[in-house]
T-cell receptor, first 109, second 115 residues
Framework: SQQGEEDPQALSIQEGENATMNCSYKTSINNLQWYRQNSGRGLVHLILIRSNEREKHSGRLRVTLDTSKKSSSLLITASRAADTASYFCANQGAQKLVFGQGTRLTINP | DAGVIQSPRHEVTEMGQEVTLRCKPISGHDYLFWYRQTMMRGLELLIYFNNNVPIDDSGMPEDRFSAKMPNASFSTLKIQPSEPRDSAVYFC?????????????FGSGTRLTVV
């Protein structure tokens, strides 16, 4: 399988804390993307980092990419209750987007 | 733009029946993808189209599954005959390009239950 792995599978933190999720992948990539999925809904694209980039920011999101280790991390700062969702990394080679298994993030008020 | 539109949102059918899932991509997006999501296997790419032409159907589980894209604004995924193991959430997604740095826009999905 080309699916990557995400770590942890589940994460529960207090509102206001930072949340870090990690992702590993198996093949060479053009870019790596992160998506959020709220319960019962479709996936929403959050951020994309290209293979020649090492770090990218978007609002409260910070993504890093280490192509030598085939890994990426997503940091959500100052978490809010509305951030409760599942987060998926997806690596894109030539055309296909291959998703990891996801991290279930719960923000406790 | 209303985004990617899928119908129906929920489908319950009996084993052996034909099921057709529908998708309207975002206008101007040249790529359309069908994914299936289950607890056991996560998100699996079934098939994708470029300019209405199927490019890679290697993820289609078996001959019971077929997909078409008769025009740029409509695609269907058909299962005939359906089986209980086909129960899953099926997502359609579209993108202006593939592999060059655009994210996908997903529909809300069709939750299929085969009893």
């Amino acid at each position: 399988s080309q699916q990557g792995e995400e770590d942890p599978q589940a994460l529960s933190i207090q509102e206001g804390e930072n949340a870090t999720m990690n992702c590993s992948y198996k093949t060479s990539i053009n870019n790596l993307q992160w998506y959020r999925q709220n319960s019962g809904r479709g996936l929403v694209h959050l951020i994309l980092i290209r293979s020649n980039e090492r770090e990218k920011h978007s609002g409260r999101l910070r993504v890093t990419l280490d192509t030598s280790k085939k890994s990426s991390s997503l940091l959500i700062t100052a978490s809010r209750a509305a951030d409760t969702a599942s987060y998926f990394c997806a690596n894109q080679g030539a055309q296909k987007l291959v998703f990891g298994q996801g991290t279930r993030l719960t923000i406790n008020p | 733009d209303a985004g990617v539109i899928q119908s129906p949102r929920h489908e319950v059918t009996e084993m052996g029946q034909e099921v057709t899932l529908r998708c309207k991509p975002i206008s101007g997006h040249d790529y359309l993808f069908w994914y299936r999501q289950t607890m056991m296997r996560g998100l699996e790419l079934l098939i994708y189209f470029n300019n209405n032409v199927p490019i890679d159907d290697s993820g289609m589980p078996e001959d019971r599954f077929s997909a078409k894209m008769p025009n740029a604004s409509f695609s269907t995924l058909k299962i005939q005959p359906s089986e209980p193991r086909d129960s899953a959430v099926y997502f359609c997604a579209s993108s202006p390009t593939a592999g060059t740095g655009y994210g996908y826009t997903f529909g809300s999905g069709t939750r299929l239950t085969v009893v």
